[in-house]
């Protein structure tokens, strides 16, 4: 049995990396026996859930199980990428240890798919598996589909990190509808002037109720949690033309000193550095 599981591990996993254009829609549905991994790249889309909708980011992570409904609808005439996990999960309980549950973000407990808020660097390294394999399924050999399947199992433990991070600092690793509502007004509002009081009255909610409650879901606080978004918000700017000067200002920094302050702590290099780079490689 897990011999075939691991020279054949294609028959149960299906990895899809898709760019396309809209319009283009996935109503409710579910996938009955296996588990789901979404990894939203780019475009003008919205995660849909339970009748909830979240606005869709670079990074964001679905975590799906069998029997979740769930959608994705993508605004017509724009580009679309994502990548898309199938997996079946009786290989990864067998695989599995009491220490280490690898399915332990899909429980049945959590009554809907849950949204993790990888950090940047788990952010790499969760890339740099997709391209590894991308890259082995081109030529999956016996050794090479071993390779593969280590890499998929590396990806689980990583998203078992952070959803077990999460848990440990207080977060349950699921968003309330209420949630979802304030951080979708968050990503939109990135180049605006957002704080505690501001949410509050927004949103007609107790700004201390309002910080426990993302900390207990999310697993960090609503001020980082701001500087990841807007981050994220300056690379995505930089990496479409725009100039470090205007990415400082379109995702919400208005300080120039204190933006390079911060990306480079957040990233390790300047955002000049980020842009040579990607833009290079």
């Known amino acids: 049995m897990l011999k075939h599981y691991y020279y054949h591990p294609t028959d149960y996993i299906q990895y899809d990396h898709l760019k396309t254009f809209g319009p283009m829609s996935f109503g409710n549905h579910e996938h009955i026996g296996k588990y789901e991994i979404y990894f939203f790249v780019s475009g003008n889309a919205e995660f849909i859930t339970h009748g909830n909708k979240h606005k869709l980011k670079f990074g964001d992570i679905f975590l799906v199980k069998d029997t979740d409904f769930h959608g994705v609808y993508v605004t017509p005439g724009e580009p679309y990428e994502r990548i898309l996990i199938h997996f079946r999960p009786e290989p990864f309980r067998l695989l599995s240890s009491p220490k280490l549950d690898l ?21 790499k390294k969760i890339i740099k598996i997709f391209n590894d394999i991308e890259e082995l399924e081109k030529n999956l050999t016996e050794s090479f589909a071993v390779l593969y399947l280590l890499r ?12 077990s991070d999460s848990v440990e600092s207080g977060g349950n690793g699921k968003l309330t509808p209420r949630l979802i509502e304030i951080i979708d007004f968050i990503e939109n509002n990135l180049e605006n002037k957002i704080t505690l ?15 426990r409650m993302f900390k207990k879901s999310i697993g960090i606080n609503l001020s980082n949690y701001i500087i990841h978004k807007r981050i ?9 033309g725009m100039n470090v000067y205007e990415a400082c200002y379109l995702s919400g920094f208005n300080n120039y000193n204190h933006f390079i302050k911060v990306f480079k702590k957040h ?15």
């Open 103 to 123: 399915l332990e973000p899909f429980a049945l407990e959590n009554p809907e798919p849950v949204m993790l808020v990888p950090s940047d660097d788990v952010l």
């Open 232 to 240: 994220s918000r300056a690379q995505e700017l930089l990496l479409v």
């Open 152 to 163: 998929f199992i590396e990806l689980l433990v990583l998203l078992h990190k952070i959803y």
């Open 267 to 281: 990233t390790g290099i300047s955002p000049l550095q980020f842009k040579k780079k990607q833009l290079s490689g």
């Open 197 to 211: 009081d501001i949410l509050e009255k927004r949103f007609y909610i107790n700004g201390s109720y309002l910080s």
